[in-house]
């Protein structure tokens, strides 16, 4: 469960990031797959970090608290918006 709602919230992170700024924009498909897959990254991070109830892994609730699902949702969010930042500036770099 907190692995799809990392997805999600990094699917949503990465087309908010590309609608924010213009230049790292690259289209709702590459958005949306940046950010599915720096969604990923984001909420494996938050564990691997030392923050487990930050990545939805608090006791028997397996992350169905509303702490964990917010940690999951914004680590999802950021993790999207950061790995669509770094292909929009390869991109824009491969591009000149």
């Given at each position: 469960?907190?692995?799809?709602?990392?997805?999600i919230?990094?699917?949503?992170?990465?087309?908010?990031?590309?609608?924010?700024?213009?230049?790292?924009?690259?289209?709702?498909?590459?958005n949306?797959?940046?950010?599915?897959?720096?969604?990923?990254?984001g909420?494996?991070?938050?564990?691997?970090?030392?923050?487990?109830?930050?990545?939805?892994?608090?006791?028997?609730?397996?992350?169905?608290?509303?702490?964990?699902?917010?940690?999951?949702?914004?680590?999802?969010?950021?993790?999207?918006?950061?790995?669509?930042?770094?292909?929009?500036?390869?991109?824009?770099?491969?591009?000149?």
């Amino acid at each position: 469960m907190e692995l799809i709602i990392s997805l999600i919230a990094g699917a949503v992170g990465g087309n908010a990031a590309g609608a924010a700024v213009k230049s790292l924009n690259q289209g709702t498909l590459i958005n949306s797959v940046a950010g599915i897959v720096g969604g990923g990254l984001g909420g494996t991070l938050l564990s691997a970090l030392g923050s487990p109830e930050l990545a939805g892994a608090v006791g028997e609730a397996g992350g169905l608290d509303i702490g964990s699902i917010v940690g999951q949702l914004a680590g999802g969010g950021v993790g999207g918006g950061v790995l669509l930042a770094v292909v929009g500036v390869v991109r824009n770099m491969m591009a000149k």
